[in-house]
């Protein structure tokens, strides 16, 4: 009788023709004229699903005509935990376009890789729990939990109808844990279980003064130019070594235990290494605080953008009319995105220069932070499955992204999220030449598999 890791090797191949056709699908959630490839990928989807054995495969749409998601499951009835597995199948725009090697949506493998848009954000680590669940049905006909699949089309522009819809789902998605294929683990060689997420919300500021754009030696000196008046309030968020000085803005943050500041410094750090990989001379940051607390447990206040009056080549001598800026901030528990936002609205109201009109807008796509216990039991099945993968005792730390699902899981269905995914931080997510590791791709099948019979087991104990 062949087993399911039998299984699993004997279609490796196959497996990847499947992959290799998922990322072809340019299925870009930002952008209007990649809607119908949205849809297109969620119908792919519901198909692997349903050819993987999974039942009541359903793709439902999302309020005001928001990208679609995919739900199906696998029930057998019985008293068993019953696990629900998260992931995405829509991407980011591809842009710059000349920067890629290849064509982003013309898969290529080389070298063990294979290089597309999507790959391994999102939709090689998504495909890798379905393989596994259909190499355990089709070689002993069922499934040591029961398993439920739900998948999305807007991950990547922030889930704007996720909260409304799992609120409005809740039965349908209730579960005992939430195990995400959206992540990653901490290198090749090195697992990781991660603990925590950071939260997100944005902000765009805009400033006027004049009607319009005017002649810098006619007007010059005589008005508040806006690009002056945004530079000198943006200024005014930061302290020079880094600290962000809106008032309230660190009041709710939970402070950090001694074991949580032994758990990240028991990682390794080469700062040299560090360094180098982003191209820096030196580092910088919120003073007190090691780089890993600083990237992972504390907040920031980050410029993502910031623009106004002439761009092109040469000069103009004109004094803009207006000036904006794109701000967003990264959060921890337990600060709430609305009154972040609330707060730097208020500093712009203090701070603004007079002689010019600030306001600001709110910008889409905010999220919870969201932390698990280090020793919850989803956790400790985890731990146990990467060990055993690896050889090696997985490391406990955070992430300084955001998986916007992982608060609302909690506050809906009152499941916590386990981090279960294989893609690496080198390959080039949201960059071009995204690429994901095949070995990584085939030790995930395993590794899902495994997880499951130890899920199971973990809620026995």
């Not at 080389?110 to 393989?131: E, F, H, Q, T, V």
């Not at 259909?134 to 522009?157: C, D, H, R, W, Y």
């Not at 991660?194 to 919300?201: F, P, T, Y």
């Amino acid at each position: 009788m062949t087993t399911w890791k039998e299984y699993l090797q004997r279609n490796a191949s196959g497996f990847l023709e499947d992959l290799i056709e998922f990322c072809r699908i340019p299925s870009i959630s930002s952008l209007p004229e990649h809607t119908d490839d949205v849809k297109h990928a969620a119908a792919w989807v519901a198909e692997r699903l349903k050819i993987a054995g999974i039942e009541d495969v359903q793709i439902l749409s999302t309020k005001d005509g928001g990208h679609p998601v995919v739900y199906g499951h696998w029930m057998d009835g019985l008293d068993k935990p019953t696990i629900l597995i998260y992931g995405h199948f829509d991407t980011q725009p591809v842009d710059p376009l000349e920067l890629w090697t290849r064509p982003p949506f013309e898969p290529t493998v080389n070298d063990g890789r294979l290089y597309a848009r999507g790959a391994s954000d999102d939709k090689g680590n998504m495909l890798i729990p379905i393989l596994a669940a259909e190499a355990m049905l089709k070689t002993q006909g069922s499934l040591p939990v029961n398993v439920k699949f739900f998948f999305e089309g807007q991950e990547e522009i922030g889930s704007p109808q996720l909260p409304e819809f799992i609120s409005s789902h809740a039965d349908m998605l209730a579960c005992d844990l939430v195990l995400s294929a959206d992540g990653g683990q901490w290198e090749d060689n090195q697992p990781a279980v991660i603990l925590g997420r950071r939260g997100l919300c944005g902000l765009q500021i805009d400033f006027r003064s004049a009607g319009g754009d005017v002649h810098s030696g006619t007007y010059g000196g005589t008005f508040l130019n806006p690009i002056h008046a945004l530079t000198e309030l943006l200024a005014s968020m930061h302290s020079p070594d880094g600290k962000i000085l809106i008032d309230g803005f660190y009041d709710a943050v939970m402070a950090l235990s001694d074991r949580e500041r032994a758990q990240i410094a028991e990682i390794p750090f080469d700062e040299n290494h560090y360094k180098a990989g982003l191209g820096v001379g030196q580092l910088f940051g919120e003073p007190g605080y090691s780089t890993y607390e600083r990237a992972w447990v504390r907040p920031t206040l980050e410029i993502n953008g910031i623009w106004g009056g002439f761009q092109g080549e040469g000069v103009k001598t004109v004094i803009p009319s207006s000036a904006h800026a794109k701000i967003t901030c990264r959060l921890v528990p337990d600060q709430v995105p609305d009154k972040i936002v609330e707060l730097i609205t208020a500093h712009v109201e203090r701070h603004a220069p007079s002689g010019a009109t600030a306001s600001i807008q709110k910008l889409p796509g905010s999220a919870d932070p969201y932390l698990i216990p280090y020793d919850h039991p989803g956790n400790q099945a985890a731990r146990i499955v990467l060990k055993q993968i690896y050889g090696k005792e997985p490391y406990l730390a955070r992430m300084g992204g955001t998986i916007p699902v992982s608060g609302l899981f909690l506050k809906s269905l009152n499941a916590h999220m386990v981090n279960f995914a294989f893609g690496l931080k080198d390959e080039n997510i949201h960059a071009p030449d995204e690429f994901f590791r095949l070995a990584s791709f085939e030790r995930g099948q395993q590794a899902y598999g495994c997880l499951l019979y130890t899920s199971d087991a973990a809620d026995d104990d």
